[in-house]
């Protein structure tokens, strides 16, 4: 008997196979630490810039967003949403995946995790943009996810 090669993080498990790619993405912060509004779309890494890149579906691929960090400095309320766009770093249209309010807190570095069964499911030239669904602008937060592409 094969054991299958898989994937995971807790209880999230994709089965992997010769064409499943795992893949970590992050928020990239153009400042010190509070972000302009300009930056939420969700980056790769790349060899050749050090803050990597707008993550985009390739062409007959998917990308399932297994897992998801979210750290804030902020005492504001947080409307959290993630949405698919086939363009980057805006959200004046796009499919909403997933959203969670967060409350205001006198703690500073809140952290949440997300974990989303099976994944939130982003198709061939979408962009995954983490973004404050309340506009506030220049909000601390940062987040870095993973997930797992594959073909379509």
Known sequence: MTIP?????????????SNATPITLFRYTSTTSEPSMADISLHESSSSSLTGTDYKVPTSRVFDLMYLQF?????????????????????????????????????????AEWYF????????????????????????????????????
């Open 5 to 17: 090669n898989t994937l995971g993080w807790d209880s999230t498990k994709w089965l992997s196979d």
């Open 71 to 111: 750290t804030t400095s902020s005492t504001t309320d947080l409307g959290l949403g993630i949405q698919a766009n086939t363009s980057a770093d805006t959200r004046t249209s796009g499919t909403l995946k997933w959203s969670q309010f967060l409350e205001g807190s006198s703690n500073l570095h809140n952290l």
């Open 117 to 152: 069964g099976g994944g939130l499911h982003f198709v061939a030239d979408d962009y995954i943009l983490p973004y404050d669904m309340q506009d506030v602008d220049r909000l601390r937060w940062a987040c870095w996810g993973w997930g797992v592409e594959s073909d379509a």
